[in-house]
């Protein structure tokens, strides 16, 4: 009877989950069973009483009074095991999501490509006519000196050029055309970039030089500075050639750049990537002066799904999945930060060892 009581609680949470029938149903199922699972842990053990009182009492033995039986776990097992389930569900909720916007990202990239590779060459043809143009101009003020200044002609390509204000255009349109080009240049390496961190997300480790693919991510995250903030790599002039996934790595570093971008102060906050080469081992330092974090969220912030920032700004994955992606290609992670004084992270890649050395 009292089974049969309090397995009302989770039967009326499954029955409002499927009558309403939300967009997450098998959520809702999860969170019932999670619920059963919580009263079975909360029964007495009146089964096992009843039972026992049912029994003569055992006569104490030489050796001692015989030992309790230990009560069961099942359901503190059946519950740690729905959580865990509900966790997986979520993580794969996740997983499916930064798949689709990978695939959407590489999708965006390649519709841009091509109008920025139209732009690109209409203002470089455009900076070759204005070249032509500024010829013929100077041409007509030769014609000018040569039929004289006093002639009606020469009075009416004078006003004209006034009233058109070519002075104005000669001295301002090399610079405006240079800052499209490169501007466009900009849009056209931001692209590139982008199908760079998706093309072979998941692929093998291969010999690299991840130089590339870290100024890549750092074009990437400067296109997020706002105000005064700065972001500044020292890389290696010679990096040496690891045994990696670049993308995945490229991934992690992003990762740990747009948590910087989005903690530090945006007019005075500062961002250093370092490349540091150690003998048996590439360190990758991402330091920023930002408001620095607690010992207690220090603790969790590799954990799933935790995070400090907006339900719009975070799912909390981020440093989870680099932390997964780093021991993949078994290195490590750590991390300095006192509140008030910024945050360092620093990568460690282990170099090939000497057997793989003459494959790399």
């Not at 149903?25 to 842990?41: D, L, Y």
């Amino acid at each position: 009877m009292v089974v049969n009581r309090l397995l009302v609680l989770p039967a009326l949470i499954l029955a409002a989950a499927l009558w309403f029938a939300p967009t997450s149903t098998v959520a809702w199922v999860v969170v019932a069973m999670a619920a059963t699972a919580w009263v079975f842990r909360s029964l007495p053990r009146s089964d096992t009483a009843s039972s026992d009182a049912a029994l003569p009492e055992a006569e104490p033995s030489e050796a001692g009074l015989q030992p309790e039986p230990e009560a069961p776990a099942a359901a503190t097992d059946i519950g740690a095991g729905l959580v865990i389930s509900f966790e997986r569900l979520q993580q794969i909720e996740q997983t499916e999501r930064l798949a689709a916007l990978g695939q959407l990202s590489a999708g965006i990239a390649h519709e841009i490509n091509n109008p920025v590779a139209y732009v690109d060459s209409n203002l470089r043809e455009l900076q070759e006519d204005f070249d032509s143009l500024r010829g013929f101009i100077k041409s007509m003020d030769g014609a000018a000196d040569l039929i004289g200044r006093d002639h009606p002609a020469t009075q009416h390509m004078i006003a004209a050029y006034r009233q058109n204000r070519i002075p104005e255009v000669l001295e301002f349109l090399p610079d405006r055309l240079e800052d499209a080009v490169n501007g466009i240049e900009r849009i056209g390496q931001i692209v590139r970039d982008m199908k760079r961190l998706v093309k072979g997300g998941h692929g093998p480790k291969v010999p690299c030089v991840i130089n590339e693919e870290l100024q890549a991510i750092v074009n990437i995250a400067k296109t997020r500075l706002k105000g005064g903030l700065s972001l500044h790599a020292e890389l290696l002039d010679v990096s040496p050639t690891l045994l990696c996934n670049a993308s995945q790595i490229g991934q992690v570093v992003l990762n740990i750049l747009v948590n910087a971008i989005q903690a530090v102060d945006p007019e005075s906050g500062h961002i250093r990537l370092l490349e540091r080469l150690h003998e048996r081992e590439l360190e990758l330092v991402i330091e920023d002066n930002g408001p620095g974090m607690t010992d207690e969220v220090r603790e969790k912030i590799f954990d799933p799904f935790f995070t400090t920032k907006g339900d719009d700004d975070g799912t909390g994955m981020g440093l989870s999945l680099s932390m997964q992606l780093v021991r993949e290609h078994n290195g490590r992670i750590e991390v300095e930060s006192e509140t008030g004084k910024g945050t360092t992270f620093r990568i460690f890649l282990p170099l090939p060892r000497e057997e793989e050395s003459g494959n790399v």
